[in-house]
């Protein structure tokens, strides 16, 4: 698993887009809490196809990233260790 730590300085909203290359693949994207616990994930949109996945932070989820508390973006590798297959995080952030 690879996570990444981020400190919105507004509140913000997202859609998190996690792609990959290799077809044989199957990665999920998650939004973590401060806690470590789960408050988003896109783990079965691109499962067909080999990705992508993604979720949108408000619509899918009602989820608000508050300005100033940490937060973690997790991808785990549904087979394999995540690290194992080269892949892109693109987040897009939106006003909440």
Same mark, same amino acid.
């Given at each position: 698993?690879? +996570? ?5 300085? %507004? =509140?913000? !909203? ?6 990959w @290359? #290799? ?17 988003? +994930? ?5 499962? %067909? =196809?080999? !990705? ?6 408000? @619509? #899918?989820?009602d ?12 991808v ?21």
């Open positions: 698993n690879d +996570a990444y730590l981020f400190t919105p300085a %507004v =509140d913000m !909203g997202g859609i998190v887009t996690l792609m @290359s #290799d077809p044989s693949a199957n990665m999920d994207v998650y939004a973590l809490n401060s806690n470590g616990e789960g408050i988003a +994930a896109g783990w079965q949109v691109g499962d %067909v =196809d080999g !990705g992508p996945e993604y979720f949108n932070a408000g @619509s #899918d989820f989820v608000t990233f508050k300005a100033g508390q940490d937060y973690m973006i997790s785990q590798a549904w087979t394999g260790s995540a690290g194992d297959k080269p892949y892109t995080i693109e987040i897009e952030w939106l006003s909440p």
